[in-house]
């Protein structure tokens, strides 16, 4: 098993946890039951982890970025005290003061932004996000209130990458990235290992273990932590991972196709906002190249349907409010069920067991009752 691989299973979860306990408002995030939905699609159980309730910051991104921040904070202060930081620690006054002196900074289409600036508040230090000029006023203002500085960059999220490593380089920053082109590159992979509590959560709570996994991807991080997760804990009955991508920003699918890393060219924006990535992380690719079993693309149009079919569902299922790159697992599934030879292939039947990561709430409101109507509660 690869080191990468062998380093999101169960025990980093628990690392992490271990972490997050200096974190007063963290608390396993909802799984919901979808009877109605998986009846209406011929399933056994489709079930959605939903992370807009994580960490209070409507995505899965605070579980990175807030624990990266809080790991490489605890190996400088080790470094400058020479005693041994706990969780705990992390909070006292010569640990922030430590922190005080950091300026934390990354790239960003909105959520990983939150979480890194939220992560630096915490610990009292100061933050700079980057943002192409495509994010919504809306999620540059949702960031900007937790304290970060806002810097804008025409183009794409990769030139934001780009300008980011860039200033971090040029003002001594601390950089915190969660794609790399690097296999070894330290950050995004805790950036991984933070992801892995969602889905050691997601087992806890499921009846039974899931036979397959629909997680959606940009760069790629989160969907190959919930790969290596599920490889290290099931071994050879491992649920089937299905990894679903937008399909003006399908940079895995066809990296796939092409039998290696690579970068797609820039055509209209897609509704899937926080997925918008042409190229994958390679730490992710180097996971996800052997270790998932599908990449599926889907087009923009199924976006709304899925949104709409999560906020008013049938009875007994939960209305859920979901962005658009929360329900592309559910776009997905959707699109598959449609198509029987999908269906057939990917050894779906009623006696599978579905698990979607809903991995943001609505995260621009205007958009979303523009799109969806009012949203429920």
Known sequence: MPPAVAALGMAAAREVLGLLACCPVYKPTPLWHLDALAAELGLGGVFFKDESYRLGLNSFKALGGVYAIAEILRGR?????????????????????????????CASDGNHGRSVAAGARLFGARCVVFLHEGVSAARRDWIAQLGADIRIVPGTYDHSVEEARRESLHRGWTLVPDTAEQSDAEI???????????????????????????????????AAAVTAYCGNRFGHDAPRIVVVEPERANCLLESCRSGGLLEIPQTEPTIYAMLECLR????????????CDDFLDVPDALAVPAMRRLAFPTAPDPAIVSGESGATGLAGLLAVCAREVWFDALGLSRAATVLLIGTEGATDPEQYERLVGKAPT
Request: proline content about 9%.
């Open 280 to 291: 994958p992380s390679q730490p992710a690719w180097d996971i996800l190249d052997t270790g």
């Open 77 to 105: 202060a080790e470094r400058e005290t020479g005693r041994t930081i706990s969780p705990r620690d992390l909070l006292s006054d010569d640990v922030r003061g430590i922190a005080s002196e950091m300026t934390f900074a």
């Open 188 to 222: 995004p992979h805790l950036i991984m290992r933070g992801y892995t509590v969602l889905i050691d959560e997601a087992i806890a709570q499921l009846p039974r273990p899931p036979t397959h996994v629909f997680v959606q991807a940009g760069v790629g991080g989160l």
